[in-house]
């Protein structure tokens, strides 16, 4: 596990040495146990190392054996033994017992399709010496970052956007076409960044460069025909193999693992597995709050007392919020409003206090269908087709009567969810997560930004992103489509951002079974009766590891690891929002109308209006812009 960066000029000139080192300085939390570079004419590899594997051998850059090929790595490739041996039998030559160097034989035996042999999370650059040419790629899902621009005929790229910012020539232009998506999303969706000419480059995607040509293409997607025809017996145990096999290739390790135990469903099912298969009490790590409708660690602690792990737990409180926001701000290094990531940073550093490598439950939603907006699709679907009057005036009026519940998880509260109802009719079917999402709608946006601003801006763009996901889809059926879409989108561009920043923050290796390729694949071949069966998410889940779980965690429904955002602004941090927010000479006060933010602010903390994750996502907002000297 690594940060990577470097750039590659058009021509074999001098790199510029110095940016390098800039850009490597700037991810040095990624690897805090040494770095590495590479620099010949044309081209400059460097990275920083968490050191995993061949802890004392495995340094980078590595070459292959005449040294025409380099390659800097940041990731785990869980099938890399086997890779060894059968590298091995072709008559390749290793220097180390690292997965990076069979990155190198890889293309040496397939070329550009190298990192299809691959099973595990990676973002890699490869230097071709002999043809002047850089191989660039991301996994399949979407784990690992990888962010870059052209300027001046040189490409750069970097693990982190603000490492790639402090080697630019030229400052890039804030993209405010992306801040509105942002303002949709509570995340900047790739390829996007909040700067017009820097680039994510998408999951599952390989990049080349060569002479000043750039190319971007997919090499691998997901497909949910044709489906599984095998009885029910036969895929449950399928699925207990797959998700063993997974979490079992993820105990590999030279330096001390544990896991993130939620209490939710997908992370107590790994926990269980790790304490099957490891000699020792599993070292586990929960994050609460003291509002216990939002802590999971009573639910936590109930599975950490069944498996004897060696538990630890943290609390995290509203006076936490203001230093530790900035903290998540400067580390993902663009606006980014999901509120989980700020227990998931604490509860990342607590983790490192005695552990290098943690495995977690991400991805088991997308793969089996837990948010219960999956389910709530359909219903949507049928209310939309009652006469106009009633869901466009007569309902919406009368659900604005009853007051908002700031105090509930999202999800959490009836009263909460019969309150979007007023919002499905204006908004595209297609685009789910923004169907039920309480962020900010096209409407809520005209309302915000400056007239200047709001002439320039397609205030649908992000719901356009999400429609055409789903309508792209390679499947057939509305919740299969709705879960590619999250694959899609939400997953890499929310999720897994997320995930890798705040455990890369404290140089922690965060370990996803449920993203593991091959067991997203299986499972998005199951028919839909397999995964969502009434109002009752990852059927089969629950059914085939029931043996392994306490029954009040098999019958838990969703609630996520939100927290009292809401709660907190409508309370203790009201007045610290509002000084944010409403200063004249704040760093929004040049894209958006101070009286409309002033509005959202009194109808949030009267009641009238759950405005807490919108509030969130413009305190966040103006974090960035302060702290990145665009204000």
């Avoid at 480059?201 to 095998?230: F, M, N, S, V």
């Avoid at 593991?516 to 071949?525: G, N, Q, T, V, Y």
């Avoid at 959202?600 to 812009?625: I, P, S, T």
């Amino acid at each position: 596990m690594c940060g990577i960066c470097g750039l590659a000029t058009t021509s074999r000139a001098p790199i510029n040495e110095p940016a390098l080192r800039a850009m490597n300085a700037c991810i040095a939390h990624r690897g805090p146990d040494g770095d590495g570079f590479h620099i010949r004419p044309g081209v400059g590899l460097a990275m920083r190392r968490l050191a995993i594997i061949d802890v004392a051998g495995g340094d980078q850059p590595i070459a292959n054996e005449d040294e025409t090929l380099w390659v800097v790595y940041n990731g785990e490739c869980y099938n890399f033994p086997d890779m060894h041996k059968e590298l091995e039998g072709r008559g390749h030559v290793f220097r180390t017992r690292t997965d990076t160097e069979c990155i190198l034989h890889l293309y040496e035996d397939h070329g550009d399709d190298c990192m299809t042999r691959l099973r595990g999370m990676f973002a890699f650059a490869l230097w071709d010496e002999k043809r002047g040419r850089l191989l660039a790629a991301r996994d399949r899902l979407g784990k690992k970052p990888f962010y870059y621009a052209v300027q001046e005929g040189t490409l750069y790229f970097a693990s982190e956007l603000p490492a790639l910012l402090a080697a630019l020539p030229r400052r890039p232009e804030v993209d405010v076409q992306a801040i509105d998506d942002y303002l949709s999303l509570q995340y900047i969706p790739e390829p996007s960044t909040p700067y017009h000419g820097v680039f994510k480059l998408p999951a599952a995607h390989r990049l080349t460069w060569q002479a000043g040509d750039l190319r971007i293409e997919r090499y691998w997607d997901l497909a949910y025909e044709p489906k599984h025809t095998a009885p029910l017996p036969d895929l449950m145990a399928e699925l207990r193999r797959l998700l063993a096999d997974a979490v079992h290739m993820r105990l590999l390790s030279e330096v001390p693992l544990g896991a993130h135990l939620s209490g939710g469903i997908d992370s107590s099912i790994i926990v269980a597995l790790m304490a099957g298969m490891m000699g020792k009490p599993v070292k586990t790590f929960s994050a609460g709050f003291e509002e216990e409708k939002f802590s999971e660690l009573p639910h936590a602690r109930r599975v950490a007392e069944k498996y004897s792990t060696d538990h630890h737990e943290f609390t995290l409180t509203f006076n936490d919020i203001p230093a530790t926001l900035a903290e998540v701000t400067r580390h993902v290094g663009e606006p980014f409003a999901d509120p989980s990531a700020l227990p998931l940073l604490r509860l990342s550093q607590l983790t490192r206090e005695h552990v290098t490598v943690a495995l977690n439950g991400d991805g088991g939603d997308e793969a089996f269908a837990g948010y219960w907006r999956y389910w709530l699709d359909p219903w949507a679907d049928a209310y939309l087709k009652l006469p106009g009057a009633l869901t466009r005036r007569i309902l919406p009026a009368a659900l604005r009567r009853i007051p908002d519940r700031a105090d509930r998880p999202v999800g959490g509260s009836l009263i909460n969810g019969l309150k979007r109802l007023e919002a499905l009719a204006l908004t595209d079917r297609r685009a789910s997560l923004l169907r039920w999402g309480s962020y900010f709608s096209p409407t809520q946006k005209a309302e915000l930004w400056n007239a200047e601003e709001r002439q320039a801006l397609d205030m649908r763009r992000a719901e356009r992103l999400q429609a055409d996901a789903w309508q792209n889809a390679p499947a057939h059926r509305y919740l299969d489509r709705t879960l590619y879409a999250d694959n899609a989108t939400y997953l890499p561009g929310d999720l897994l951002v997320k995930a890798d920043r705040m455990t890369m923050a404290a140089s922690l290796e965060g370990r996803s079974p449920f993203l593991d390729h091959e067991l997203a694949a299986w499972a998005a071949r199951l028919p839909q009766k397999y995964k969502l069966r009434g109002r009752t998410g990852k059927w089969i889940l629950r059914q085939t590891f029931k043996d392994l779980l306490p029954p009040e965690i098999l019958k838990r429904g969703k609630q996520g690891f939100g927290i009292p955002v809401g709660a907190w602004l409508r309370g203790p941090l009201h007045a610290w929002a509002s000084q944010r927010l409403l200063d004249p000479h704040g760093p929004l006060s040049g894209w958006f109308d101070p009286a409309a933010v002033a509005r959202l602010l009194e109808d949030h903390q009267r009641g009238r209006a759950d405005h807490g994750k919108r509030l969130y996502a413009l305190v966040m907002l103006a974090e960035w812009k302060e702290q990145s000297g665009n204000g």
